[in-house]
């Protein structure tokens, strides 16, 4: 008997047991299940701090490559401006080369003296101060500095080497630069030109030396001795560092950095792990609670038997608000929806008519009379499609402030008529908000079932009502338009087009046309204006009109403003390299491409000088809209060098003063403005008023539309600056412009 005691007792504790174990299982498992995911967000959050670390020293290297590369071009830029000099006069003497090389130095560059060595001995130096040791010395006899100099005579190309110990004194990257004659039937070497650049001063100016990393420069990409790093120590390449490159035509340079004391100093994980292990216990802690409540559950299990018929209830009151605005109380598009998928029809020769109703007014009145105006106005309108609705019509709301009115009938074209224009005249009649009187009106969309589409799917009716409301709206709002297939090939064109065009984008089919501007005095080339083409692979040249429309509504305006700016960049340094006297180039930049956040970033990347971009803003950009965007845009433009033009002026709708604030160089003024100035006295003192509000201003004024050398005549002696139009020249190509300034250019030569 005590045996079957103690036996009851054990079977009694060891249920107990299990049942207290089965009560706090779900605590056991979500202890686990919190230690583990403890670790995993630890490590992940460890990952994440060394990323975003590393993100920030790699921008802040980029920096620094980017000023290092961009210094250095500048200073490679001031030698062959220098060399060039030299090919004109190669027979020049010290005074000659000083005077030459004193205009050229510029005051904020690294380079610090000048070398010509005609024949590969140095001849002439300047400064001439400091520097007489140089005098005399034979590269192809010197050591240290033969190879490089060869280099550069060999390959004519422009060699950098350094750090380099300097005969006249301490050390400094030489640049050297190959100087070529021609005689007319061949070219013939002359020498070298070396620039001595300040090492000191390059790095400051780089902002090598003002920055918290530890930073290594070699010419190798992995080197293996400390004599390969010029700068930093050799150890730093192997500290895992975020690594950069100055990429030039005449090297590259390998930048390593890592911060100062090694990566994860201030990653905060010990704080992250507390507040990880804080949040676990929050977790576990009410899970433990709902272990002491297991014990209710078949309490609360019968309670909510009793709720039942609440829930019941409940379900068909959400399923009602599923369907149906809460707002204006209509059906919503879920219903609508569901209807056509079900096509209840009342009669079975009926046919379904859909009316697609956009308010056209709307927005202002939200925007004057607050969101509770714009509910009573949605109220009212809800409220007068009911009373055109008949028994078996359905009016609905399906977002924002459109309307769907769905109705049936066996002849629906009439039908569908009429009752598309009884909304329209209910909707236009005024209704009141907060008091005062208002007219919304609306554009309306209308579609049908048409016999031979009975029994298809009838989701396509919403898209064709759709197509149809876009239509009413684009020929004027207030008015109804009828669905048909004209409507649905139209969409699709559009749609291939814009295919189209994201193909043309991807595969450069776009060109760059150009337009040269001319000096109103003189009639010399004063810059050239850039003009989008489309190179399209079936229709051929393809002008702007055809497609600016389809990028804008693409969202890819900024992309073809990116490209054009480049093709134009690259013709800049073509013509360049030609001889040809381009002063400048513009580019027509849109409002999309404006608020892109990295546009200052990339356009500091680019290769032009100051003074010779432009960027040309059409008037009818809203710029008092984009007002505090430009306040921060266009003094950054200006920082680089980009001069600023407003095209069109006179078209567009934004005030004078907005646009002055911006201080533009120049204002063109549209073509709808010149082309009547020949015969219209008015138009010829608009003209004048606008070109003496620029000289006020200090503004050059640009004529577009000069088709006529009367219209040159008269806006010459108007004072306007420059002319652009037919009568001077047509958009060309590159290679029609090349063609174009030839005779210019030889007449000149000959001229000098």
Excluded at 672 to 685: F, H, L, M, T, Y
Aim: contains cysteine.
């Amino acid at each position: 008997m005590k045996f079957r005691r103690k036996q009851k007792i054990l079977r009694g504790f060891a249920s107990s047991a299990v049942s207290h174990t089965s009560a706090f299982a779900p605590a056991i498992f979500a202890t686990t299940i919190a230690v583990f995911v403890v670790c995993v967000a630890t490590n992940w959050r460890l990952e994440r701090s060394l990323a975003d670390e590393r993100s920030i020293v790699a921008g802040e290297l980029a920096t620094i490559s980017s000023r290092l590369q961009t210094n250095l071009n500048g200073n490679v830029k001031l030698l062959q401006g220098l060399a060039a000099g030299i090919t004109v006069n190669p027979a020049m003497d010290q005074s000659a080369f000083s005077k030459l090389a004193a205009e050229i130095l510029q005051p904020d560059s690294q380079l610090r003296s000048f070398a010509a060595a005609p024949g590969m001995v140095v001849k002439w130096v300047y400064p001439e101060k400091g520097n007489e040791k140089a005098i005399g010395l034979d590269y192809r006899t010197n050591e240290k500095q033969r190879d490089s100099s060869m280099l550069a005579r060999n390959t004519h190309n422009i060699v950098l080497t350094g750090p380099v110990e300097l005969v006249q004194g301490g050390t400094a990257f030489v640049v050297r630069c190959p100087v070529y004659i021609n005689d007319r039937t061949s070219q013939i070497f002359w020498g070298l030109v070396s620039g001595i650049v300040d090492i000191p001063r390059l790095y400051q100016d780089s902002g090598l030396e003002s920055t918290d990393l530890e930073i290594a420069v070699s010419a190798v990409a992995e080197p293996k001795l400390a004599k390969q790093v010029f700068l930093g120590d050799l150890e730093t390449f192997s500290k895992n560092p975020v690594v950069a490159s100055v990429d030039m035509t005449y090297g590259r340079w390998t930048l390593v950095a890592v911060p100062k004391g090694g990566w994860g100093q201030n990653s905060g994980m010990a704080t992250f792990e507390l507040y990880a292990c804080l949040l676990s216990l929050c977790v576990v802690a009410p899970i433990v609670w709902v272990g002491f409540l297991t014990k209710s559950r078949q309490r609360t299990i019968e309670k909510l038997r009793l709720h039942k018929k609440k829930l019941v209830r409940a379900r068909q009151r959400l399923e009602y608000l599923s369907l149906h605005d809460a707002l204006t109380g209509l059906p919503n598009r879920r219903f609508i929806d569901q209807m056509i998928s079900q096509s209840p029809r009342p009669d079975p020769e009926d046919c379904l008519i859909l009316i697609h109703i956009d308010l056209d007014r709307f927005k202002e009145i939200n925007d004057t009379k607050g969101h509770a105006g714009g509910d009573t106005v949605l109220q009212a309108v809800a409220s007068r499609l009911v009373n055109l609705a008949g028994p078996n019509d359905v009016a609905a709301r399906i977002g924002g402030d459109e309307f769907i009115f769905a109705t049936w009938s066996a002849d629906p074209a009439p039908k569908a008529n009429e009752l598309a224009q009884q909304i329209v005249d209910t909707l236009k009649q005024p209704l009141f908000v907060d008091g005062s009187e208002c007219v919304v009106g609306a554009s309306v969309g209308v579609a049908w079932e048409t016999e031979y589409a009975r029994g298809q799917d009838l989701s396509q009716l919403l898209l064709d009502a759709d197509l149809a409301l876009y239509e009413a709206k684009k020929v004027g709002r207030g008015r109804a338009a009828i669905f048909t297939e004209a409507l649905r090939s139209a969409a699709i064109g559009s749609k291939e087009l814009a295919d189209e065009f994201n193909h043309a984008l991807d595969c450069d089919e776009l060109v760059a046309f150009f337009q040269p501007q001319f000096n109103a005095s003189t009639l010399d080339i004063a810059g050239v204006e850039t003009l989008a083409r489309w190179d399209h692979p079936r229709n051929g040249l393809l002008a702007p009109d055809k497609f600016l429309a389809v990028a804008e509504n693409l969202g890819r305006s900024g992309d073809m403003d990116r490209l054009i700016l480049q093709k134009a960049l690259f013709e800049l340094t073509r013509w360049d390299s030609l001889g040809m006297r381009i002063p400048r180039v513009s580019v027509n930049i849109s409002a999309r491409r404006l608020v892109e956040a990295n546009l200052l970033a990339e356009l500091s990347e680019l290769p032009f000088a100051k003074g010779r971009l432009c960027f040309e803003l059409l008037e009818t950009i809203s710029f008092d809209d984009l007002q505090p965007v430009l306040n921060h845009i266009v003094p950054a433009l200006k920082e680089l060098g980009i001069e600023i033009e407003i095209d069109d002026f006179g078209t567009g709708h934004a005030s004078i003063i907005s646009l002055l604030r911006l201080e533009p160089r120049r204002l063109k003024i549209d073509r709808e403005i010149i082309k009547p100035i020949v015969a219209s006295p008015s138009q010829r003192r608009l003209v004048s008023s606008i070109i003496e509000i620029g000289r006020s201003q200090n503004i050059d004024i640009v004529a577009e539309g000069v088709e006529t050398m009367e219209h040159v005549k008269i806006l010459r002696d108007l004072g306007c600056h420059f002319l652009q139009g037919y009568a001077l020249a047509r958009p060309m190509s590159s290679k029609q412009l090349i063609e174009f300034c030839r005779p210019k250019d030889k007449e000149l030569s000959e001229v000098g």
